[in-house]
């Protein structure tokens, strides 16, 4: 399974010629999203002007719904503490919520899609792509 970090969504909806066929190609049973993922997208909506969110809100409820959205538990958690100290220990510590996807793609042993390799290459045992560059 793969899951999606919030850019990889943002840039789908924006038509990115990398990221759209990439995406159709798989059936929405293979395409997860962390919860944290979900809550970023929806705070960053509801920060627009209400006739400018509603829409997006539901097209982003629409791309959502078939796919498996992964909640953040106990062992998310263990995994989260586990890579702050690590991180923080060699110096290298990344942001918190893109710790907490991390977290969760390890729990869940899946595969990130994202363009933020900056940050996410420095997570142990983290498996990412980047579609976001050309093939």
């Known amino acids: 399974m793969l ?3 919030s850019n990889t969504i ?4 924006r038509g990115d010629p990398q990221v759209v066929p990439r995406l159709q190609a798989f ?3 293979d395409i997860g999203v962390p919860v944290i993922v979900e809550y970023e997208l929806r705070y ?9 969110a509603e829409p997006r809100l539901a ?3 629409a791309l959502l719904r078939p796919m498996q959205v992964l909640p953040f538990d106990s062992e998310c958690a263990a995994h989260a503490a586990r890579i702050r100290v690590e991180l923080e220990a060699a110096g290298t510590p990344i942001g918190s919520h893109d710790m ?3 977290a969760t793609a390890l729990r869940y042993q899946v ?6 390799v900056r940050e996410f290459s420095r997570v142990p045992g983290l498996q990412w792509l980047n579609w976001h560059e050309a093939t």
Request: net charge neutral; glycine share 4%; proline share 6%.
């Open 59 to 61: 097209a982003l409820a």
């Open 10 to 13: 943002s840039y789908y909806f």
């Open 27 to 29: 059936s929405p049973a």
């Open 100 to 102: 907490l996807i991390a």
């Open 44 to 52: 960053g909506l509801l920060r627009l002007a209400p006739e400018a």
């Open 111 to 116: 595969t990130l899609v994202t363009r933020n």
């Open 3 to 5: 899951i999606l970090d």
